[in-house]
């Protein structure tokens, strides 16, 4: 039987951490939005049994147009900027914007949200 390999870290789990310093973050949104708010959810990737490759969606939500631009950016800054940097136990290699920004329309006309899809890549942690 062939030895199991240490799985990669949870893409979503190491956004969340990543991101937490700059609004609150959830994997799913609750019944009652309160502002700001950032939503993490892995969408897709690949990988090649070395390194995982996830995309992940980053939805910003604020109360304004201007506030969701604008966490919306400074997430998209935090992320290109997080290679070489250890996060959740994860040694992110790369990061890369991978559908720039778009204002999504929303029920609750009071919010607004803008989503932006990353791809990052790291390797699996050593045991």
């Known amino acids: 039987m062939a030895e199991l390999l240490t799985p990669w870290p949870d893409a979503e789990v190491v956004l969340l951490d990543l991101l937490e310093p ?7 949104t609750p019944p009652t939005i309160t502002t700001p708010l950032i939503r993490v959810v892995r969408t897709g990737g690949s990988d090649d049994g070395i ?3 996830p995309v992940v969606e980053v939805t910003c939500i604020g ?9 919306s950016e400074q997430c998209r ?3 290109i900027a997080s290679p070489n940097t250890v996060v959740g136990g994860a040694l992110i290699d790369n990061a890369a ?4 920004p778009q204002q999504i329309p929303d029920p609750d006309l009071d919010k607004r949200s803008v989503t ?3 791809v990052l890549a790291w390797r699996r942690p050593r045991s």
């Open 116 to 118: 932006t899809n990353f």
């Open 97 to 100: 914007t991978f559908t720039p």
């Open 63 to 71: 109360a304004t147009r201007t506030e969701s631009w604008q966490l």
């Open 51 to 53: 390194t995982d490759s």
């Open 77 to 79: 800054q935090v992320i």
């Open 22 to 28: 700059i609004a609150p973050t959830v994997t799913s």
